[in-house]
């Protein structure tokens, strides 16, 4: 069964041919009465092209970044920026602001509803207080208990371990880059290029779910 798009496009090029043969036939006419709706056939024409030219627009893949809004909101807005014609970044508008309430299994629900949903990825862009922070532990668990792919990506800024060889990372976000099923980019080597960025995806969603360690209880406060 042809779908609403196709169905659409054929409705395009029924009035575009249409136009086509109103136009020919004014051509005919003797006078200035055959220029007027020649003029108006090239005004409807040029607006059947952009038509077909929107519809042939790619859709935008979601994903979803967590991040830790008071202090890497730069890195969202320069990923966002970047990437905005191959992918809609849905990020959680400061959950610390938007919901108030310690009801854990209603932020969980609005999580996954209301940010999650629609997406098959999570970023967790990676700062320095972002193993810190209680909401991206819990975006982690809803992302991990949606079975979505997941990718930490560690940022210029991101803590190091004392001797400088680690990077610190949140605790359930480690536990699933020890089990092997989240990726683990830098920055620089995800931001490189647009096909950079969906190899990286694709990666992530190839991995097994049954490599998912979501075992972890939920961080109940910052820090």
């Known amino acids: 069964m042809p779908s609403a798009r196709d ?15 109103a136009t020919n036939c004014g051509l005919s006419l003797s006078g200035a009465a055959s220029i007027r709706p020649y003029l108006v ?3 409807q024409d040029e607006v059947l092209r952009k038509l077909l030219q ?12 967590s991040y830790h809004h008071a202090l890497d909101q730069d890195y969202y807005d320069d990923f966002s920026t970047r990437f905005h014609d191959t992918y809609e ?21 609005k999580i996954r509803e209301g940010y999650l949903t629609g997406t098959s990825c999570t970023l967790v862009l990676i700062g320095p207080e972002t193993y810190k922070r ?9 992302t991990l208990d ?16 004392d001797d400088g060889t680690k990077i610190v990372v949140p605790d359930r ?20 290029s647009t096909e950079a960025l969906d190899q990286h ?19 109940t406060r910052n820090g």
């Open 54 to 65: 929107a519809l042939e627009k790619p859709v935008k893949h979601k994903v979803f970044v």
């Open 201 to 219: 995806i694709k990666n992530a969603k190839s991995k097994s779910r049954s490599l998912i360690n979501n075992s972890r209880v939920k961080k």
């Open 146 to 161: 949606k079975q979505h792919a997941l990718i930490g990506i560690y940022l210029p800024t991101a803590k190091r371990s």
């Open 7 to 21: 169905a659409f496009r054929r409705h395009i090029h029924l009035l575009h041919q249409n136009a086509i043969t």
């Open 41 to 43: 056939d090239i005004m």
């Open 89 to 109: 970044s849905i990020h959680d508008h400061s959950l610390d602001n938007e919901i108030d309430s310690d009801n854990s299994d209603y932020v969980m629900r």
């Open 173 to 192: 976000l480690h536990d699933n880059i020890t089990s092997g099923f989240a990726s683990f980019v830098s920055w620089e080597a995800i931001t490189a």
């Open 134 to 142: 209680k909401y991206i532990d819990w975006e982690i668990k809803a």
